[in-house]
């Protein structure tokens, strides 16, 4: 079965220094990986997404993952926080293949808080 | 390109009273569409998916039910709302891929 875990609940950085927010899955396959923000009372944003082609993805606003298949591991990381990147992440993981729903496998979300 | 839409963007309703928010995606054909439920300290929830009008898939039992009567339009309804019903619902429609596109979501209170 297809599982996800993000590691810290809660992040805290100073502007202009580096995010690391960390994510390991399980999966019975090859998955598709996905990283999305969620701003206060808004929807979730897609970040970037790994569906089996180069294995650092970079994605908007400065951020990238890389996917470790020998780690089972996701990590996101941007070289210099900004102020208005905090918010909450969420790493996801597809589902089982075949599935015509396309359901989505969620973590529980990390909170980044970003000190000035 | 494609958007999607929600209605309301906040809701207020009392224990026992009907609920009906909206979701409509413009800019493709036939998307799956999904709704999820984001409550405090619960993460994010899939309530329903949908491959086509009329077809909708239940993945949770609860008080709530799901409709598609068209192509680019999911509703999410119930007769009486409970306490718990209260949460963030955000609607979702689905590429030809893996990756689902979010609205912007409807906070709800049931007081």
């Known amino acids: 079965a297809q599982s996800v875990t993000q590691l810290d609940s809660h992040v805290s950085v100073s502007e202009g220094t580096p995010v690391l927010l960390r994510c390991n899955y399980s999966s019975s396959y090859s998955p598709s990986l996905f990283w999305y923000v969620q701003h206060p009372n808004k929807g979730l944003q897609l970040l970037l997404k790994?569906?089996?082609?180069?294995?650092l993805v970079k994605g908007i606003n400065g951020f990238e993952a890389e996917f470790k298949k020998s780690e089972t591991s996701f990590h996101l990381t941007k070289p210099s926080a900004h102020m208005s990147d905090a918010a909450e992440y969420f790493c996801?993981?597809?589902?089982?293949?075949?599935?015509?729903?396309?359901?989505?496998?969620f973590g529980k979300g990390t909170k980044l808080s970003v000190k000035p | 390109s494609q958007t999607i839409h929600q209605w309301p963007a906040t809701l207020v309703q009392p224990v026992g009273s009907p609920l009906s928010l909206e979701c409509t995606v413009e800019g493709t054909s036939n998307p799956n569409l999904y709704w999820y439920r984001q409550a405090a300290g619960r993460g994010l929830q899939l309530l329903f998916y949908s491959v086509g009008i009329g077809q909708i898939s239940s993945e949770v039992p609860q008080n709530l039910s799901a409709s598609r009567p068209q192509d680019r339009q999911f509703i999410l309804s119930s007769k009486k709302l409970l306490l718990s019903d209260s949460g963030f619902y955000l609607c979702?429609?689905?590429?030809?891929?893996?990756?689902?596109?979010f609205g912007p979501g409807t906070r709800l209170l049931v007081l």
């Open positions: 790994y569906t089996s082609a180069a294995t």
């Open positions: 979702a429609w689905r590429d030809g891929g893996e990756t689902q596109y």
């Open positions: 996801v993981v597809s589902g089982l293949p075949g599935g015509s729903q396309g359901n989505l496998i």
